[in-house]
Protein backbone atom coordinates (compact mmCIF):
# COMPACT_ATOMS: atom_id res chain seq x y z
CA UNK A 1 0.00 0.00 0.00
CA UNK A 2 1.51 3.13 -1.12
CA UNK A 3 0.98 6.04 1.60
CA UNK A 4 0.97 9.59 1.07
CA UNK A 5 2.50 12.43 3.69
CA UNK A 6 -0.15 14.70 4.84
CA UNK A 7 1.25 17.19 8.19
CA UNK A 8 -1.89 17.40 10.49
CA UNK A 9 -1.58 19.74 13.67
CA UNK A 10 -2.63 17.93 17.02
CA UNK A 11 -3.94 19.71 20.61
CA UNK A 12 -2.00 18.99 22.93
CA UNK A 13 -3.90 16.99 25.11
CA UNK A 14 -4.33 14.82 22.10
CA UNK A 15 -0.83 14.65 20.87
CA UNK A 16 -0.19 13.39 24.71
CA UNK A 17 -2.85 10.81 25.00
CA UNK A 18 -1.31 9.46 21.03
CA UNK A 19 2.05 9.32 22.13
CA UNK A 20 1.16 7.32 25.00
CA UNK A 21 -1.15 5.19 22.86
CA UNK A 22 1.52 4.33 20.80
CA UNK A 23 4.31 3.69 23.35
CA UNK A 24 1.32 0.81 25.53
CA UNK A 25 0.46 -0.63 21.77
CA UNK A 26 4.38 -0.53 20.58
CA UNK A 27 2.48 0.89 17.26
CA UNK A 28 3.58 4.02 15.60
CA UNK A 29 1.39 7.14 15.99
CA UNK A 30 0.73 7.69 12.20
CA UNK A 31 -0.93 3.93 12.33
CA UNK A 32 -3.07 5.21 14.69
CA UNK A 33 -3.99 8.58 13.10
CA UNK A 34 -4.54 6.13 9.84
CA UNK A 35 -7.14 3.99 11.71
CA UNK A 36 -8.93 6.92 13.48
CA UNK A 37 -9.47 8.57 10.04
CA UNK A 38 -10.41 5.68 8.27
CA UNK A 39 -12.58 5.04 11.19
CA UNK A 40 -14.01 8.13 10.91
CA UNK A 41 -14.45 7.90 7.39
CA UNK A 42 -16.27 4.64 7.32
CA UNK A 43 -19.03 6.86 9.75
CA UNK A 44 -19.22 9.74 7.30
CA UNK A 45 -21.74 8.91 4.51
CA UNK A 46 -20.44 11.97 2.73
CA UNK A 47 -17.28 10.42 2.15
CA UNK A 48 -18.76 7.02 1.12
CA UNK A 49 -19.00 6.94 -2.85
CA UNK A 50 -21.81 6.60 -4.58
CA UNK A 51 -23.84 7.06 -1.21
CA UNK A 52 -26.77 9.93 -1.79
CA UNK A 53 -27.71 12.44 0.98
CA UNK A 54 -30.70 10.78 2.99
CA UNK A 55 -32.59 14.04 2.72
CA UNK A 56 -32.56 13.94 -1.08
CA UNK A 57 -34.81 10.76 -1.26
CA UNK A 58 -37.21 12.81 -0.06
CA UNK A 59 -37.41 15.37 -3.02
CA UNK A 60 -41.11 14.12 -4.22
CA UNK A 61 -42.22 11.21 -2.50
CA UNK A 62 -45.42 13.39 -1.60
CA UNK A 63 -46.01 14.33 -5.35
CA UNK A 64 -47.02 10.32 -5.74
CA UNK A 65 -50.91 9.85 -4.84
CA UNK A 66 -49.37 6.53 -3.11
CA UNK A 67 -46.85 8.47 -1.41
CA UNK A 68 -46.85 9.12 2.31
CA UNK A 69 -49.42 11.70 3.76
CA UNK A 70 -47.75 12.11 7.12
CA UNK A 71 -44.05 12.77 5.57
CA UNK A 72 -43.75 16.30 7.10
CA UNK A 73 -44.72 14.96 10.77
CA UNK A 74 -42.59 11.48 9.97
CA UNK A 75 -40.12 12.28 8.02
CA UNK A 76 -37.37 10.88 10.72
CA UNK A 77 -38.93 7.50 10.23
CA UNK A 78 -38.60 8.08 6.22
CA UNK A 79 -35.17 8.64 5.88
CA UNK A 80 -33.73 6.50 8.45
CA UNK A 81 -36.32 3.91 9.02
CA UNK A 82 -38.14 3.54 12.92
CA UNK A 83 -36.54 2.66 16.33
CA UNK A 84 -35.57 -0.41 16.91
Known sequence: MALK?????????????????ARITRLPEAEH??????DYLRRTPQATPG??????????ICDS???????ALRHDTYLYGSKS
Not at 5 to 20: E, H, M, N, V
Not at 65 to 71: H, I, L, Q, S, V
Request: glycine share 4%; charged share 40%.
Open 51 to 60: QVDPLLRLIG
Open 5 to 21: RKQIYLDPDSDRTIKKL
Open 65 to 71: PKGPRDA
Open 33 to 38: IRRAVA
